[in-house]
C-alpha cells in the first residue's frame, strides 16, 4: 500500500473469511488488489473461492450477502457490475426492456431518455434492437448473458466482473460473449474468473491464481504465469494454454473398438435407434434416422444451445415421449425404469437429482444393497469420493457445494455403478483441468472395459481425444459424423 | 474493518424476495388443492375443513424460514395475489382472507417476540390463522346460521386441519429444509462464527 | 400468465390497475354488507356483465369461468342443506332444507360469484407489471416489494419446468424402489425439499443480482412505464356507482322472491 495507491479501484487486504457454520476458513489473510484500467483473471482450482473472492471485491459481501469476514481494509469500488455465471438467475423482470430499464431506474435516468438508452445498450453487446420488447425467455443463453452484460453496462461501472459468464454457453454464444466483453473493455477494468481460458488469454494483461486453500500461489502477466508456474498450475489442477498435451492420457487402446463383433458373439449393438424421435408435447424436438452404440464406443454429442442434445438423451432414457423403434441388446427398450438399471444417467442440471441429506448417502443411493455388501459399498463409495476430490465433503449436503463439486457428484452417482451405458450431460462443464482429467480418466477406463457412453459436450480437445464417433445434432436431428479412427 | 451489520430497518430485499417465493411456490400448489376442497365440501359434513389449513402454511412456514416480523403477513397475501392472478375460483375474496390470516398468524409470532420458532409456536399460529378465518366467515359466509352440530363440526374440524398442516406439518418440513442448508445464509452470522475469523 | 394468450385489448385494460384492484377490494365489503337476495343477484349480473369486455374470446371465458360452477355448488349446498330455518321444505337424515337456509344457500353463492368474476376479470385485464408500477407510483407501495414479486412471477414457469425434471430424476434414481408410493409424507417431502430449496436459492440469487445492479430502497427512482389516470378510470368508476345503485333500486322495487334479509 505504498505507492500508487490512487489508482487502486478495488483491494482487499489480509482479508478472512469463512461461511456461517463451518469449521475452516475459506480465506486467510488474503489481499489483493486491482488497478484502474487492470484486466484481471483469476484462475483456481474448482471450489477454491473464486465466486466468493469476486463478491467480496465487488462489495456483495457483506453489504449484501452477510458471511462473516474481516479484514484489515477494504477500497470497494464506488459502482461495481457483476455478471454471474447463471444467465437464468440475474434478471428479475420478463422483458429486455423492461429489465435495462430497472437499472435505468435505479440510476434515476429520466424517463424520455430511457428508450434510446435502452436501445444504445443493446446495440453495444450485439443484441438486435427491432423489438426491444423481447421476452427474456425466448433468449438462447447467450444472448441471456450479452443482456446482462448490457444490464450491467447501464451502470457505468467503475470495475466489471465476470464470473464465469460463458459457464452454460456453447462455442457459438461463447466466442460472442467474448467478442462483446472484448468490444466494451477499452477503457474498463475487469476482473474474469473462468475455466475456458482460450478465448481470452490473450486479452487480459494480469493473471492472479488461487490454490485450493484459497492463498494466491502466482501473480503476474500471462506468459510469466504460464511459463514460470507450470509446475504449480498442474499440481493445483488448473487450466493453462497447452494442458492438452501435457496432462491428458487420451485414449490408446483399440482393443475394445476392435473386440466388439467377437466379444459380444452377435455383433448387435448395444443400443439401437430407428426411426426414433422424442416428443415435447406434440412437436418432434430430436429425430434420429438411425443410430448405434456399440460398447466401447465413446460418442461425444455436440450441437448448438437449444438443438436438442439434451432431449435427445432424455429420450433414449425414455423420460419424454418417444416413437420409432429403441432396442437394448436386441431386445425392445422397456421404461424408464427398466432402463434405469442399464443405463447411468447424469442430468445436465445436477441438483434436481440429488435426493439424500449427504455427499456419502447420495452415492451409497446408488447402490443397490441387494448387490453389494455393507463393506464393499463403503469401500467404494471412498474410493469415488477420493477420486473426485469429495472426500473432505462426505457429510455436507449436496446442495452445499460449489457448482463443479454439484456436477461432480452428479457424475459419480451415475458411474459408481458401473452401468453398461453412461449418457452424461455435460460432464465437464465448470471443472478445473485436475478433475477433467480425472473424470475423463476415469470414463476412459469404463470404457476399456466395455461401457459405452454417451455425452453432450461443448469442448471440443475432449471430441478430438477421446471420442470414438460424434452424433451431431443440427434442429433437433442427428447426424452421424465418424471420427477418424487414430490407428 | 469489520462488517457493517447494518441495523436493518423491516425486512431486507433477500427476505421479501424469498418470503414471495415460497408464497408464489404454495400459489401454485393452492392452484392445485383448491378445486380438490371445492370437491370435497357439497357433502356437508365439512370433511374439507380439514384441508382448510394448506391455505395457511404459506406464512407459517415462511416465517419458520425467515423469522422476521411481518414475514407471515407478506407471505400470505403474496399467496392470495398469486393465486388471484393466477385466476383463483375465489376471486376477490381471496385477498381479505390472505391479509386476515396472515395477521391472525403474525400475531402469535409476535406474542412470542419472534424468538420462538417451535412447534408449539407453530401450531398456535396456525390456530391463530383458522381464528381469523373464520371471523371472515361469519360475515362473508354466514357460519353462525348454521345448525349448531355443523357449525361445532366446521370450526372443528378447521382448527384440527390447521393445527396438523399449518402447525406440525409446515414444522417438519422446515426442519426438513433447514438440513439442506439453504436456509443458513437466511439467518444473521453468529457472533461466534466472527470470532472465529481471528 | 393468462395475458400470453392473444386477446384484443378493451377498455378495460386501460384503467389504471392500482384503482381497478381497490375498487373490486370495496366491492368485497360492499357484498357483505347487502343480505338481500335480489340485490345479490343483480349485483352478480352485473359484474358478470363486465366480462363481456375483458377481451378474451367466449370459449376461454367459460373454460376459465368453469370453476364458478364448482364454487356456486359448493358454497350454496352446504348452507341449504344444514343451515338454519323454520319453514321446511324437505328432510332426509341429516339434511334439512328450510326456505331460509335455501335462499341463504342461494345468497352465499352469488357471493361467491361476484367475486369470482372480478377475480377473473383483474387477471385477465391486468399485466403485472403495470400493476405494480401502478401501486409504487400512486399508492406508494415500496419498490423493494413491487419488483420483489415482479421477480417472483418471472419464476413462476422455471419451477414447473423444475418440477417435471424432478419426477425425471426420480424415476432414473430408482425411487420407487426406496420409498413406498403410499407413504405420503415421504413422497411429497421429495418433492418439496428440492423444489423449495431450489426456488429459494434462486430468489436469494435474484435479489443479490438486483442490489449489485443498483437498487436500494433508499433513492427516489424514475419509472420506464409512467402509469396514470384517465377518462376511462371515470367511466369505470361510474359504472361501479351506476350498477349499483340500479342492482340496488331494481332488487328492492323489483324482488324476485319475498325475502329480503337471509339471516
Ligand atoms: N453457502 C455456503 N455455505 C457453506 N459453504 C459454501 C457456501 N457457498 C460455497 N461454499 C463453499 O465455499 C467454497 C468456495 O465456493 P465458491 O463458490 O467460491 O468456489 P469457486 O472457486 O467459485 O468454485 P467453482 O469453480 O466450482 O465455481 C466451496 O468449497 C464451497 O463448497
Ligand atoms: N422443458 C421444456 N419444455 C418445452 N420445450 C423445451 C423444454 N426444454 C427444452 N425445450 C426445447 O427443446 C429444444 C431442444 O432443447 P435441448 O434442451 O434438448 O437443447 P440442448 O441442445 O441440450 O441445448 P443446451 O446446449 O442449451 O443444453 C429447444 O428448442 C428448447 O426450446
Ligand atoms: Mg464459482
Ligand atoms: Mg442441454
Same mark, same amino acid.
Given at each position: ?305 437449444? %438443438? ?5 438423451? *432424455?429420450? #433414449?432414457?425414455?423420460? =419424454? /415421449?418417444?416413437? @420409432?423403434?429403441?432396442? $437394448? ?103 478445473? %483441468? ?5 473424470? *475423463?480418466? #476415469?470414463?476412459?477406463? =469404463? /470404457?476399456?472395459? @466395455?461401457?459405452?457412453? $454417451? ?33 | ?198 | ?263
Amino acid at each position: 500500500m505504498s505507492q500508487a495507491t490512487e489508482d487502486v479501484v478495488a483491494s482487499i487486504t489480509r482479508l478472512r473469511l469463512k461461511f456461517p457454520g463451518e469449521q475452516e476458513l475459506l480465506f486467510h489473510n488474503m489481499s489483493l488488489s486491482v488497478r484502474k484500467g487492470e484486466k484481471l483473471l483469476l484462475l483456481g482450482p474448482s471450489g477454491c473461492g473464486k465466486s466468493t473472492l469476486l463478491q467480496v471485491l465487488s462489495g456483495l459481501i457483506p453489504r449484501t450477502i452477510e458471511v462473516p469476514m474481516k479484514c484489515d481494509a477494504a477500497v470497494i469500488p464506488s459502482v461495481s457490475g457483476i455478471v454471474f455465471q447463471d444467465p437464468d438467475t440475474q434478471f428479475c423482470m420478463s422483458y429486455a426492456d423492461e429489465e435495462l430499464a430497472f437499472v435505468l431506474e435505479n440510476n434515476q435516468v429520466p424517463r424520455e431518455q430511457m428508450r434510446s438508452r435502452i436501445r444504445e445498450l443493446l446495440i453495444q453487446v450485439g443484441l438486435s434492437t427491432d423489438d426491444i420488447h423481447m421476452p427474456i425467455g425466448s433468449m438462447s443463453q447467450g444472448m441471456k448473458q450479452r443482456l446482462a452484460i448490457a444490464s450491467v453496462l447501464a451502470m457505468e461501472p467503475e470495475v466489471l466482473f465476470l464470473d464465469e459468464p460463458t459457464a452454460l454457453l456453447d462455442e457459438e454464444g461463447t466466442t460472442q460473449v467474448w467478442d462483446t466483453i472484448r468490444n466494451i473493455s477499452v477503457d474498463q477494468t475487469l476482473v474474469i474468473v473462468e475455466h475456458k481460458i482460450n478465448e481470452i488469454v490473450h486479452d487480459v494483461d494480469r493473471i492472479v491464481v488461487l490454490s485450493a486453500q484459497g492463498e494466491i500461489i502466482a501473480d503476474g502477466r500471462a506468459e510469466e504465469v504460464f511459463h514460470g508456474q507450470r509446475q504449480a498450475l498442474s499440481e493445483y489442477g488448473v487450466w493453462y494454454p497447452g494442458v492438452w498435451n501435457e496432462s491428458s492420457s487420451p485414449r490408446w487402446s483399440e482393443s475394445v473398438t476392435q473386440q466388439n463383433g467377437t466379444g459380444n458373439g452377435t455383433g448387435i449393438g448395444l443400443l439401437e435407434l430407428e426411426h426414433f424421435s422424442g416428443l415435447r408435447g406434440l412437436s418432434s424436438v430430436i429425430y434420429v434416422e438411425h443410430a448405434q452404440v456399440k460398447p466401447g464406443d465413446w460418442i461425444g454429442v455436440v450441437g448448438e444451445n437449444g %438443438a436438442g442434445k439434451s432431449s435427445l438423451l *432424455l429420450s #433414449m432414457m425414455r423420460l =419424454l /415421449r418417444t416413437q @420409432g423403434r429403441y432396442s $437394448v441388446r436386441g431386445i425392445e427398450a422397456g421404461s424408464t425404469e427398466q432402463l434405469a438399471e442399464r443405463i447411468g444417467f447424469a442430468f445436465q442440471n445436477p441438483e434436481l437429482q440429488f435426493v439424500a441429506h449427504t455427499v456419502r448417502k447420495e452415492l451409497e443411493y446408488s447402490l443397490p444393497k441387494s448387490l453389494f455388501t455393507v463393506e464393499h459399498c463403503r469401500e467404494r463409495v471412498d474410493r469415488m469420493l477420493v477420486q473426485f476430490g469429495l472426500e473432505r465433503l462426505d457429510e455436507r449436503h449436496p446442495y452445499q457445494l460449489s457448482l463443479g463439486q454439484k456436477r461432480r457428484l452428479s457424475i459419480a452417482t451415475a458411474m459408481i455403478r458401473e452401468p453398461e451405458v453412461l449418457l452424461l450431460d455435460e460432464p465437464t462443464f465448470g471443472q478445473d %483441468a485436475r478433475n477433467t482429467f480425472v473424470m *475423463l480418466d #476415469m470414463l476412459e477406463q =469404463l /470404457r476399456a472395459a @466395455g461401457t459405452a457412453i $454417451v455425452m453432450v459436450t461443448h469442448d471440443p480437445e475432449i471430441v478430438h481425444r477421446y471420442c470414438t464417433d460424434i452424433w451431431r445434432i443440427q434442429k433437433g436431428e442427428l447426424q452421424y459424423e465418424p471420427v477418424l479412427s487414430p490407428s | 474493518m469489520n462488517t457493517a451489520v447494518r441495523a436493518s430497518k423491516g425486512l431486507k430485499l433477500t427476505d421479501i424476495l424469498v418470503t414471495i417465493v415460497i408464497a408464489v411456490v404454495f400459489g401454485l400448489v393452492y392452484k392445485i388443492w383448491g378445486p380438490a376442497y371445492d370437491l370435497m365440501k357439497p357433502f356437508g359434513l365439512h370433511a374439507e375443513q380439514l384441508m382448510y389449513g394448506m391455505w395457511f402454511m404459506a406464512g407459517t412456514f415462511a416465517y419458520l424460514i425467515i423469522r422476521k416480523p411481518g414475514v407471515a403477513i407478506l407471505a400470505e397475501v403474496a399467496a392470495a395475489t398469486v393465486s388471484a392472478f393466477l385466476g383463483s375460483e375465489w376471486g376477490m375474496s381471496t385477498l381479505y382472507y390472505g391479509l386476515l390470516q396472515g395477521l391472525g398468524a403474525e400475531l402469535f409470532f409476535a406474542a412470542f417476540l419472534y424468538r420462538n420458532a417451535n412447534l408449539w409456536v407453530a401450531s398456535l399460529a396456525a390456530a391463530g390463522a383458522a381464528v381469523a378465518s373464520l371471523i371472515l366467515d361469519f360475515s362473508y359466509g354466514y357460519i353462525d346460521q348454521l345448525s349448531t352440530w355443523n357449525y361445532v363440526l366446521y370450526i372443528g374440524f378447521r382448527m384440527i386441519g390447521s393445527i396438523v398442516i399449518a402447525g406440525v406439518f409446515a414444522f417438519y418440513l422446515a426442519r426438513a429444509l433447514e438440513v439442506t442448508g439453504v436456509t443458513r445464509s437466511l439467518r444473521p452470522a453468529t457472533e461466534q462464527d466472527y470470532k472465529g475469523l481471528d | 400468465m393468462n395475458l400470453s394468450f392473444p386477446h384484443h385489448k378493451t377498455w378495460l385494460h386501460r384503467v389504471n390497475p392500482g384503482l381497478k384492484l381497490v375498487m373490486f377490494s370495496i366491492l368485497f365489503v360492499v357484498v357483505i354488507v347487502i343480505h338481500d337476495p335480489n340485490v345479490m343477484f343483480n349485483v352478480a349480473c352485473a359484474m358478470l356483465l363486465l366480462l363481456v369486455w375483458s377481451g378474451h374470446p367466449w370459449k376461454r371465458l367459460l373454460l376459465y369461468g368453469s370453476p364458478f360452477i364448482l364454487v356456486f355448488i359448493s358454497t350454496s349446498t352446504g348452507m341449504m342443506m344444514f343451515g338454519k330455518g323454520v319453514t321446511t321444505w324437505w328432510t332426509w337424515g341429516l339434511i334439512h332444507i328450510t326456505q331460509e337456509s335455501f335462499y341463504r344457500g342461494i345468497h352465499l353463492g352469488f357471493r361467491a360469484l361476484s367475486m369470482a368474476a372480478v377475480g377473473l376479470l383483474f387477471g385477465l385485464t391486468t399485466r403485472p407489471v403495470d400493476l405494480f408500477y401502478s401501486l409504487m407510483q400512486q399508492w406508494r407501495l415500496s419498490p423493494k416489494y413491487a419488483y420483489s414479486f415482479l421477480a417472483a412471477m418471472r419464476l413462476m414457469p422455471m419451477m414447473v419446468e423444475e418440477f417435471q425434471a424432478l419426477r425425471q430424476a426420480h424415476r432414473i434414481r430408482g425411487l420407487h424402489q426406496h420409498v413406498s408410493k403410499w407413504n405420503m409424507y415421504a413422497t411429497l417431502r421429495r418433492y418439496a425439499i428440492p423444489l423449495l430449496a431450489q426456488s429459494i436459492r434462486r430468489a436469494q440469487r435474484i435479489a443479490i443480482a438486483m442490489e449489485a445492479k443498483g437498487f436500494t430502497n433508499e433513492t427516489k427512482r424514475t419509472y420506464y412505464y409512467a402509469i396514470g389516470y384517465s377518462a376511462v378510470d371515470i367511466v369505470f368508476i361510474f359504472y361501479f356507482v351506476i350498477m349499483l345503485t340500479l342492482a340496488w333500486g331494481l332488487g328492492i322495487c323489483f324482488p324476485y322472491v319475498g325475502v329480503w334479509d337471509v339471516r
